[in-house]
Nanobody, 126 residues
Framework: QVQLVESGGGLAQPGGSLRLSCAAS????????MSWARQAPGKGLEWVSG????????YYKDSVKGRFTISRDNAKNTLYLQMDSLKPEDTALYYC???????????????????WGQGTQVTVSS
């Protein structure tokens, strides 16, 4: 079954950390660029960070640069997002997404993404 399953969300205090994981199955994970996107209450889905298929290049939304780190383990078919120095405005439902094969990266949520997970909730509050 082709799917992405996120985990690792939860409640964190401002300044705290969380590590999200995205387990991929049913397709050749190492052939696809991957990204994380998030949706805050009452807002649209926004792209947060991306990594190309072999993991050698990464991309970040300006507001998370220096705080979030995206990585992947192609042997384990897993994508990660290490989130440090969390802020209340990081509160959102976080999704991992698959980029269509042949496209290196898309830094916007677009039709270049053909598969999304169900999401994991991140809440940053004291």
């Amino acid at each position: 079954q082709v799917q992405l399953v996120e985990s690792g969300g939860g409640l964190a205090q401002p300044g705290g950390s969380l590590r999200l994981s995205c387990a991929a199955s049913g397709f050749t994970f190492s052939s696809h660029g991957m990204s994380w996107a998030r949706q805050a209450p009452g807002k649209g889905l926004e792209w947060v960070s991306g990594i190309i298929a072999d993991g050698s290049d990464t991309y970040y939304k300006d507001s998370v640069k220096g705080r979030f780190t995206i990585s992947r383990d192609n042997a384990k078919n897993t994508l990660y997002l290490q989130m440090d120095s969390l802020k209340p405005e990081d509160t959102a439902l976080y999704y991992c997404g698959r980029i269509v094969e042949g496209i290196i990266m898309s830094t916007t949520v677009s039709s270049y993404y053909d598969l999304w997970g169900q999401g994991t909730q991140v809440t940053v509050s004291s």
